[in-house]
C-alpha cells in the first residue's frame, strides 16, 4: 500500500506540472500494486479511480472521468454501505460535475437533459451527505448548491437555477459573515476602551472596520451565475421542471420526428 500511494502522490504532482500522461501512467501502476496487495474495495483503490478521473477532468476528456469517478464511487459505496461518509460526499460532487462538463459541449438536448438529471441526483445526494456528517453551514454545501444551479442552467431552466444559486449564496454569505460577526463584537470592546468620539462617528467607524461579506470570492462567483440566470430566465421556462423533464423530452422526440 505505501508503495502504491507513493506512485498516486507522484502522480498528482505530475499532473500539477501538465504531464498528464505521464500522471495517468503513474496512478494506474498504483491501482495494479493495489489490487495485487489486497482486495480492490478500499480507500486506495478509490482514490486513485477518482485521481484518475481527475487528470482526465484537467485533460477535457469528461467520459473517461466520469467512466473512473464512477469507478471511485462504486468502491466508496462498496466499502461505506449506506453510512455517510466525506469520500462519497466528494465523490458525487467530481462525478456530478464531469457530467456537467461534457453535457455542455452535447448538440444532443435530449440526451443533455438526460446526463444533467443524473448530475442532479448525485449532488442532492451529496448534500444529503454533507448536512448529516457537517451541519447545514458547511463551505460545500454552497459549491454542492452552485453546482445543482449550473445544472438547471445548462438545459435552459433558469428558475430553478436562481432557486439554487440563491441558495448557495444564502449559505455562503452566513458561512463567511459570521468572521465578520466576530470582528463586529471585538471593535466593539476596543471602542469602549478608547477614548470617546463624537455621535455617529463610532458607528462609522466600525463600518469601514468590518470587510463587505461579497467581497468572498465564491460569493462574487455566486452572484454572477445568478445574474446570468436571471438575465436568461424566459416564463416559458417555468414550464420544464424536474416532474415534467420527460414529458418535456417526449415533446422534443416528437418534434425532431
Not at 486506495?44 to 477532468?57: F, L, R, T
Not at 453510512?83 to 448538440?107: G, R, W, Y
Not at 443533455?112 to 438529471?117: A, F, H, S, W
Amino acid at each position: 500500500p505505501y508503495i502504491a500511494a507513493c506512485y498516486s502522490n507522484i502522480a498528482v504532482v505530475t499532473m500539477e506540472m501538465g504531464d498528464f500522461q505521464g500522471a495517468q501512467k503513474l496512478i494506474e501502476e498504483a491501482i495494479s500494486i493495489d489490487r495485487s496487495s489486497k482486495t480492490v474495495n478500499n480507500p486506495e483503490v478509490s482514490a486513485h479511480y477518482s485521481n484518475i478521473g481527475k487528470v482526465y477532468d484537467v485533460m477535457k476528456d469528461y467520459k473517461k472521468a466520469i467512466d473512473y469517478y464512477t469507478k471511485a464511487l462504486a468502491v466508496d459505496q462498496k466499502i461505506y454501505g449506506d453510512h455517510d461518509h466525506p469520500e462519497v460526499c466528494f465523490t458525487l460532487n467530481n462525478l456530478a460535475v464531469a457530467i456537467i462538463n461534457q453535457s455542455i459541449s452535447s448538440s444532443d438536448f435530449i440526451d443533455r437533459v438526460d446526463n444533467i438529471m443524473k448530475a442532479i441526483d448525485y449532488l442532492k445526494k451529496a448534500v444529503k451527505i454533507n448536512i448529516a456528517l457537517f451541519g447545514s453551514e458547511h463551505p460545500n454545501l454552497p459549491i454542492f448548491n452552485n453546482n445543482v444551479g449550473t445544472c438547471y442552467t445548462t438545459i435552459g431552466i433558469f428558475p430553478k437555477s436562481i432557486k439554487y444559486y440563491e441558495r448557495a449564496l444564502h449559505i455562503a454569505r452566513s458561512i463567511y459573515n459570521k468572521k465578520v460577526k466576530d470582528n463586529d463584537g471585538g471593535d466593539k470592546t476596543a471602542d469602549k476602551q478608547n477614548t470617546p468620539v463624537e455621535d455617529g462617528e463610532e458607528e462609522e467607524k466600525k463600518k469601514s472596520l468590518i470587510p463587505h461579506r461579497d467581497h468572498h470570492p465564491c460569493i462574487c462567483n455566486y452572484l454572477n451565475n445568478l445574474g446570468y440566470a436571471y438575465e436568461n430566465m424566459d416564463p416559458m421556462n417555468e414550464l420544464i421542471t424536474d416532474e415534467s423533464a420527460a414529458k418535456h423530452k417526449d415533446k422534443l422526440t416528437d418534434q425532431s420526428t
